[in-house]
Nanobody
Framework: QVQLVESGGGLVQPGGSLKLSCAASGSIFNISAMGWYRQAPGKQRELVATVTSGGSTMYSDSVKGRFTISRDNEKNTLYLQMNSLKPEDAAIYFC??????????WGQGTQVFVSS
């Protein structure tokens, strides 16, 4: 069993920055990738960014050039650096761990507010 705990959310003004963290513990093996998703009120959960075990990254078009996903394997922590935040970036951000056999594990989420 794996536990994923997100942190770093909060309130930021448009144009500001936040850095989210996701600490993984427990059965951390057979991981193919990790990623960040977000869900705004009344909307479906959407993929934000992923990073594979080999270090390849992928971003949704809506955040490309503004967000950076990274991972610290020694600390078993996933990060999402978010710059130039827009009101439409406000959402609950979830960390996701992809197992090699297809299973996904989720964190509980961290709330991001973008407002002046």
């Amino acid at each position: 069993q794996v536990q994923l705990v997100e942190s770093g959310g909060g309130l930021v003004q448009p144009g500001g920055s936040l850095k989210l963290s996701c600490a993984a513990s427990g059965s951390i093996f057979n991981i193919s990738a990790m990623g960040w998703y977000r869900q705004a009120p009344g909307k479906q959960r959407e993929l934000v960014a992923t990073v594979t075990s080999g270090g390849s990254t992928m971003y949704s078009d809506s955040v490309k050039g503004r967000f950076t996903i990274s991972r610290d394997n020694e600390k078993n922590t996933l990060y999402l650096q978010m710059n130039s935040l827009k009101p439409e970036d406000a959402a609950i951000y979830f960390c996701c761990l992809y197992r090699t056999w297809g299973q996904r594990n989720w964190g509980q989420g961290t709330q991001v507010f973008v407002s002046s």
